[in-house]
């Protein structure tokens, strides 16, 4: 059964640091590109992160670009979002996706999903 499923949320004061991970099964991940959207109350889901299934192609969306850091083991079938110096805009659930390509990642035309994990950034 194919399964991705996030962890790792919670509640972190402002300027803290989380690390969510998204492991997955039932598929290879070392076929698919990786991506984690999110979320907030009243607000579109939008693309927050990706990574190439080999690693080496990334992408980050302009609000958190120097905070976060996305990274993945192919052998362990987990991505991992490093979330650093977490600002109250950053609330929000938190999803990780796959795109089966064998070249750069996307946000668009995602095959599969997880349920999400919230994170809440309040002091």
């Known amino acids: 059964q194919l399964q991705l499923v996030e962890s790792g949320g919670g509640l972190v004061q402002p300027g803290g640091s989380l690390r969510l991970s998204c492991a997955t099964s039932?598929?290879?991940?070392?076929?698919?590109?990786i991506a984690w959207f999110r979320q907030a109350p009243g607000k579109d889901r939008e693309g927050v992160s990706c990574?190439?299934?080999?690693?080496?192609?990334?992408n980050y969306a302009g609000s958190v670009k120097g905070r976060f850091t996305i990274s993945r083991d192919n052998v362990k079938n987990t991505v991992y979002l490093q979330m650093n110096n977490l600002k109250p805009e950053d609330t929000a659930v938190y999803y990780c996706s796959a795109d089966r390509r064998p070249v750069g990642c996307s946000y668009i035309g995602m095959d599969y999903w997880g349920k999400g994990t919230l994170v809440t950034v309040s002091a």
């Open positions: 039932g598929f290879t991940l070392a076929n698919y590109a």
């Open positions: 990574i190439s299934s080999s690693g080496r192609s990334t």
